[in-house]
């Protein structure tokens, strides 16, 4: 899990250092905080089955160590989104008083929480796309009560391999989760493909059974 959570959190990181460092990025640097509170109570949700499932040990221990680590992450990065904003001139600053005082760690998200069932994960294995997408659809995309920013921070925890590859190069905001999704689309759903190595699976299978 530890790998896992922290590469992904190390991407909005990055995005956050980018738009802290130019003005006028409030509302990109609102989307990174939001997709950061999401993100932070997917990692509660996670760490808890985690920890009901192992046995008392040095292995629960050091779960627990990193996911105070990531904790204190997450928080350094909402009290830098709380500078940030509080640099804007008046009525800006004001506007924003309010949803940056609320945002914590362990604050409930104003967004809902999805289901604790492990999304299905996807690593560019063209066969596997369509049983992928039909899931991550069921499961988020086709949610009306969740944003798309938070439906970006979930597909990009699924994916892995080429897939995630595929995807690296795009932030994550609102405006790029479409794009990524005709991006995934576009490359992994290959009909064709897919009929072609089932018929050559056939083939294969009937040779064998006439040796």
């Not at 530890?2 to 509302?27: P, T, Y």
């Not at 939001?34 to 292995?59: F, K, L, N």
């Not at 897939?163 to 992994?188: D, E, P």
Request: glycine fraction near 6%; include cysteine; charged fraction near 30%.
């Amino acid at each position: 899990m530890r790998g896992g959570f922290r590469s992904r959190l190390s991407i909005l990181q990055k995005e956050l250092r980018g738009l802290l460092l130019e003005e006028g990025k409030r509302w990109e640097v609102e989307e990174v905080q939001s997709a950061i509170v999401d993100y932070a109570a997917w990692i509660r949700a996670v760490q808890e089955r985690i920890e009901a499932a192992m046995e008392s040990g040095d292995e629960l221990k050091e779960e627990i160590r990193e996911a105070v680590a990531l904790k204190a992450t997450v928080r350094a990065m909402l009290v830098e989104i709380k500078k940030y904003l509080s640099r804007l001139p008046g009525e800006e600053q004001e506007l924003n008083g309010n949803s940056v005082q609320s945002a914590s760690v362990n604050a409930e998200p104003s967004r809902p929480v999805l289901p604790k069932w492990e999304l299905p994960k996807f690593d560019g294995n063209v066969l596997e796309f369509t049983a992928f997408w039909d899931q991550f659809e069921a499961a988020v995309h086709s949610r009306d009560d969740v944003s798309d920013v938070t439906r970006f921070v979930y597909l990009r925890a699924a994916l892995a391999g080429n897939a995630l590859k595929a995807t690296s190069r795009y932030s994550v905001t609102a405006a790029n989760y479409t794009i990524v999704v005709q991006v995934l689309k576009n490359r992994f759903s290959k009909p064709g493909v897919i009929v072609e190595r089932h018929i050559l699976a056939l083939v294969q299978m009937e040779g064998c059974e006439s040796e």
